[in-house]
């Protein structure tokens, strides 16, 4: 069993910037997803084992990184010229798979943490 820990939501204004990480007890192809109150799970950025390659839904593309530390295990989210139709619950996710790939589909990840809250707002 694979755990995921993130940290480092919270309640931020229009046009600010946050940074989320997620620790995990495996080296695994990790990605974030997130969940609107009322809307469905959505990708956001996903990077595949060795963080050589990476993707982003495009209303993000531009204004989110995704990297990772290997070193450490952990996965981050640098968030930049963050929005109000941000906010959501943001999740980590992980899955076993080959070196070289990312995955975009929640279905496909096996493994996911306990959430963060971050809210953009004025």
Same mark, same amino acid.
């Given at each position: 069993q694979v755990q995921l !820990?993130?940290?480092g939501g919270g309640l931020v204004q229009p046009g600010a910037s946050l940074t989320l990480s997620c620790t995990a007890s495996s080296r695994l192809p990790m990605g974030w997803f997130r969940q609107a109150p009322g809307k @469905?799970?959505?990708f956001v950025a996903a990077?595949?084992?060795?963080g050589t390659l990476?993707?982003?839904a495009d209303d993000v593309k531009g204004r989110f990184t995704i990297s990772r530390d @290997?070193?450490?295990?952990?996965?981050?989210?640098?968030m930049d010229n963050l929005k109000p139709e941000d906010t959501a619950i943001y999740y980590c996710a992980a899955?076993?798979? !080959?070196?070289? !790939?990312?995955?975009?589909r929640d279905y496909e990840y096996t493994f996911w943490g306990q959430g963060t809250q971050v809210t953009v707002s004025s």
């Open positions: !820990v993130e940290s @469905n799970r959505e990077i595949s084992l060795a990476t993707g982003y @290997n070193a450490k295990n952990t996965l981050y989210l640098r899955r076993r798979g !080959v070196t070289g !790939v990312y995955y975009t």
